[in-house]
């Protein structure tokens, strides 16, 4: 039997190279942008070990670059270096992961990681400023910017806050409206939120479903469901008894899990599905009767561990209005034939 040859061995080693879903999410990356260590540690969520591990063997298999930065390093892959074969194995592989929900999560992790590194080069030429945010912090805390919008709502309005769990929104809410409707289907979650609100007067905590809420129709003037979707079985029901609570044109703002791939999270954490698709999203949103103002992808929190997540806004349509409508209109069909 002949010996393969040198080149041989060498594409084969790259092939290899570039069979690890982890180490093509790192391409990805280092094609478009030079990155530290850090920074994909920070994208890619995993340990400086693997990372370091990673990238030594693309490294060793010519798919990336390195150069001094400091006391660290960073690491591009630029593909017109590459070597022949090796941009030709890039090539042929680099789309097929495109529509990974794993690299989208990447993509949006990337992006706030550029936006800090931007506001970072600006430090030097806004230095008081940026001193300024700092003291800011250190005096007074860092929520008093979120208690000043939620000032914003309107002193009168009837929240409901949908799957509740230990109630500190319910919490935060309280002191800026008339009322809040918490709701949970766990006993434990409701000792909790009740134990957090025992000097909170204007809070009603309720046991209920998701699917069937102990709250009145057209009683609320708005609704917030914060991270319970992907816990139930049929997401268009629950949507459908928040439209049910809220008076016409009440506001619903929903938060969940951005499509992911991550099922050992899904088991861990109790939840039916892999998150939502933003155009997902805005279909369930519409389909249960709601006007949407914005569906997208929220920027990752920097020490957040879990999947990104995604954002709704909408408002519920007055359905008389739309019964109005479509009852003008077989007369205005009508009246077009007659003439």
């Known amino acids: 039997m002949s010996t393969p040859s040198a080149t041989a061995n060498e594409l084969v080693a790259r092939t290899e190279a570039l069979a690890d879903a982890t180490r093509l999410r790192a391409l990805r990356l280092l094609e478009r942008h030079e990155l530290g260590v850090n920074d994909l540690m920070d994208i890619l969520q995993l340990p400086q070990s693997s990372v370091s591990r990673h990238l030594k063997l693309l490294l060793e298999r010519g798919f990336v670059a390195a150069r001094s930065h400091g006391p660290a390093n960073l690491y591009a892959m630029r593909a ?23 690299v989208r999560q990447d993509e949006l992790r990337l ?14 030429f806004s230095r008081s400023a940026g001193q300024w945010d700092r003291l800011r912090r ?81 009683s609320c003037d708005a609704a917030l469901l914060l991270l319970g979707l992907a816990y139930v079985q049929d997401p268009a029901v629950a949507l459908a008894e928040a439209g049910r609570i809220l008076r016409p044109g009440g506001r619903l703002t929903v938060v969940d899990l951005l499509r992911h791939d991550r099922e050992s999270f899904r088991r861990q954490t ?70």
């Open 138 to 218: 250190e005096l007074y805390g860092p929520v008093f910017g979120d208690a000043a919008l939620r000032g914003l709502l309107p002193r009168n309005w009837v929240v409901a806050d949908l799957a509740c769990g230990a109630g500190s929104v319910a919490a935060a809410l309280a002191p800026h409206v008339a009322r809040v409707v918490a709701v949970d289907r766990s006993t434990a979650m409701l000792r909790a939120a009740r134990q957090r609100l025992t000097n909170v007067r204007n809070v009603e905590l309720r046991k209920g479903e998701l699917e069937l809420l102990p709250i009145e129709s057209g």
């Open 80 to 102: 017109g270096d590459l070597p022949a074969d090796a941009r030709r194995l890039w090539q042929a592989v680099r789309d097929s992961c495109a529509d990974w929900p794993a």
């Open 111 to 124: 992006a706030r990681r550029l936006g800090e590194r931007r506001q970072a080069s600006q430090v030097y």
């Open 270 to 339: 109790g939840q039916q599905r892999l998150g939502f698709d933003a155009e997902e999203m805005r279909g369930l949103v519409v389909a249960a009767g709601f006007a949407v103002d914005h569906c997208a992808p929220l920027a990752p929190e920097p020490e957040a561990k879990g999947p990104a997540l995604l954002m709704a806004a909408a408002a519920r349509r007055d359905p008389r209005r739309a019964s109005r409508k479509r009852s003008r209109a077989p007369r205005a069909i009508e009246g077009r034939r007659k003439s």
